[in-house]
């Protein structure tokens, strides 16, 4: 098994396709003048994310559990083609709080939250090669299924890198997870899609991040009308020093790409955006469609500014040595994000 930390505080950087051990708390945290960290300011140093996103006919929905520490956050929103978003839901509670569970694994785990009419269950495990999830928000939005997952079966990429020379970020992405088993409704109302065509993104994150993080952040998937599957996860400004975090899926097997470059107007971000790599193994335009945001200013201690939008890509994959693949109207998910934290 894959140890986090080796000798000597040590962080085992690298792409990693075999189980992983969590062992997060043997590391020392130092800060800018190397001294240790330790204590509660360690403990809300470490930050840990897991984002799913659903595309399900004219539906798109996605929802993440946040641990920061000292506050949690469980969001959720559906997106619905022609109508806009048509719900969202925002419950945060302090770190301290009994409200969420957010087991420090991430190839084997329960994650629950609990608060009001919003209830969260996230179960994940590699060694069985499934992702459960069963959620309510607000007693409104209601979902719930079971998705294929392994190491072996959907090459996921999990990358571990430096963000700071002191700190690491985990990471693992997929795309596309299917499912035969998915349910989903709105105010008592069940939506209506075709199951075979259901597919989930998956991101996990988790380490002690930058005190400053930014990204832009692109994923995707989709079942094609040929029965191929695609998918894809791109970011960039995160953690490009070491290993890329970056890759695209067809049928489940794994190209891995390297730095991608996201030309688009931040200001006026509903403009068409272009994302490629140099090498132009894949290049995409992203059409905006809605939003979902959110925006913290905590003075000089935390500040958060998030926009995550939802809308269609067109383009190509073209994996070494095999056929371009050509898409359009795929749905997924592109998003800005700056924080200090």
Excluded at 73 to 92: H, L, P, R, T, W
Excluded at 162 to 173: C, D, G, H, I, M
Aim: proline share 4%.
């Amino acid at each position: 098994m894959y140890k986090l930390i080796g000798k000597n505080n040590s962080v085992n950087y690298g792409c990693i396709d075999e189980p992983i051990e969590w062992n997060y708390t043997k590391f020392k945290l130092f800060d800018f003048f190397n001294r240790e960290i330790k204590g509660f300011k360690k403990k809300f140093a470490y930050h840990q994310f897991n984002y799913v996103g659903i595309t399900a006919g004219d539906y798109i929905l996605g929802f993440a559990t946040v641990d920061l520490g000292y506050l949690y956050n469980v969001f959720a929103f559906i997106y619905c083609k022609d109508q806009g978003i048509i719900f969202e839901s925002d419950d945060k509670a302090l770190g301290l709080s009994n409200k969420m569970n957010f087991p420090r694994n991430p190839d084997n785990y329960l994650t629950t939250f609990k608060s009001g009419k919003t209830s969260v269950l996230v179960e994940k495990s590699h060694e069985r090669g499934i992702l459960n999830i069963d959620c309510n928000f607000k007693d409104r939005l209601k979902f719930k299924g079971s998705f294929l997952f392994s190491i072996e079966s959907h090459q996921p990429l999990r990358v571990l890198n430096p963000n700071v020379p002191t700190r690491f970020t985990y990471t693992e992405k997929c795309s596309p997870l299917t499912t035969t088993d998915f349910e989903l409704s709105l105010d008592g109302n069940p939506l209506v899609y075709e199951m075979d065509k259901v597919v989930a993104i998956y991101d996990w994150s988790g380490g002690y991040l930058g005190r400053e993080t930014n990204w832009y952040w692109t994923a995707f998937g989709a079942i094609l009308h040929d029965n191929t599957s695609i998918g894809a996860n791109f970011a960039a400004f995160t953690n490009e020093t070491y290993f890329s975090e970056n890759a695209f899926w067809i049928d489940h097997t794994r190209t891995r790409v390297n730095r991608v470059i996201y030309d688009f107007n931040e200001q006026a971000p509903y403009e068409s955006w272009h994302i490629y790599d140099e090498a132009r193994t894949m290049d995409i335009r992203f059409t905006p469609e809605g939003e979902r945001n959110d925006k913290m200013n905590g003075g000089p201690l935390v500040k958060m500014i998030f926009r995550q939008f939802v809308g269609t890509f067109d383009g190509f994959f073209k994996p070494e040595n095999n056929k371009k693949i050509v898409f359009k109207g795929i749905k997924g998910f592109c998003e800005i994000h700056r924080a200090i934290w």
